[in-house]
């Protein structure tokens, strides 16, 4: 009986071996990195999830990093996707793209949203964000959602950038804080201001659920 037990046992311990042999695993040679998958495969010219990561495979197997993919997408130094901001609003005077958001109180005690973005200055005099050609207005189930303020305690240096004036080319983190009824979904909506004939205009959808 006990020989049955280890010879089960070694049996077991083989498989679970034979099991992490051939797991995917990364590789590397003096051409850049490729990933093996379970059954000894790779992937070309194709993206491949690995770790929650998405990675591009060119036509020899290698990881694409630092550059452009054939379809148009970025990826970083570690080889994995760089996620496009949620906006990218680029314009004569201004650029702002989004960096995050987060839930706070406001000075009232009401539920808000505060928006995140970097914004830059393209004109030669200095302006902040607050007099650049763009408007940003927030809808939550159709309706606009009312600008608010945090509360004197709760400091928000983003909060405070919004209306600071900056220099030709700078870009300063700024933030603005919208009254929300609930955690559905907001749409924003990005326009050019002061053009007349064919104003910029971008709608995008943040999820905060």
């Known amino acids: 009986m006990k020989k049955v037990k280890l010879l089960l046992a070694a049996g077991i311990a083989s498989a679970a071996f034979s099991m992490t042999s051939f797991a ?3 590789k590397q040679d ?3 990195w490729w990933y093996q998958n379970d059954d000894g495969s790779y992937s070309t010219n194709t993206w491949q999830e690995i770790g929650g990561k998405q990675y591009y495979f060119d036509a020899n197997g290698y ?11 970025q990826v970083g130094s570690d080889g994995s996707l760089i996620a496009a901001p949620l906006f ?9 793209t989004y960096t995050g958001w987060k839930t706070e109180l406001d000075y009232n005690g009401d539920l808000c949203v505060v928006l995140y973005y970097n914004f ?3 004109q030669s005099e200095p302006q902040g964000a607050y007099l650049a050609d ?12 009312d600008t608010t ?8 240096n983003s909060l405070d950038n919004y209306s600071k004036k900056i220099t030709q080319g700078t870009t300063l983190p700024v933030g603005k804080a919208y ?4 955690m559905s979904a907001l749409t924003i909506q990005i326009k050019e201001l002061w053009n007349w004939s064919n104003p910029k205009c971008q709608t995008v959808t943040l999820n905060i659920h």
């Open 88 to 96: 990218d609003f680029d314009i004569e005077d201004s650029r702002i």
């Open 179 to 182: 009254k929300i009824k609930d």
């Open 120 to 122: 830059t200055n393209k």
């Open 30 to 32: 003096t051409n850049g």
């Open 134 to 145: 763009y408007g940003i207005t927030v809808y939550q189930n159709g309706v606009e959602c």
């Open 24 to 26: 995917g695993e990364w």
């Open 149 to 156: 303020w945090l509360s004197y305690n709760n400091k928000d």
């Open 63 to 73: 990881m694409l990093h630092d550059t452009t993919t054939p379809d148009g997408k």
